[in-house]
């Protein structure tokens, strides 16, 4: 089982790594850093929002769960 801190804690990290790809990408399309990094920062709070979502809701779904424990 995993916890709702754990799942915070990895979207922000999996966030993080996201936002820094994306501001190179808004930079260079928009030529503005500052833009590039708003872009930046108001996707990576909907991403960390929706990836929280998702893990619990997989968390839910029973389907391929093995019922063995893990060693």
Known sequence: METN???IVKGAIYRGLSFILSTAVAWAVT???QEGL???FIYGIGGIIIFFIHERAWLK???GMSKETPN
């Open 31 to 33: 030529g503005q850093l």
């Open 38 to 40: 708003m872009i930046s």
């Open 61 to 63: 779904v029973k389907w």
């Open 5 to 7: 801190l754990r799942s």
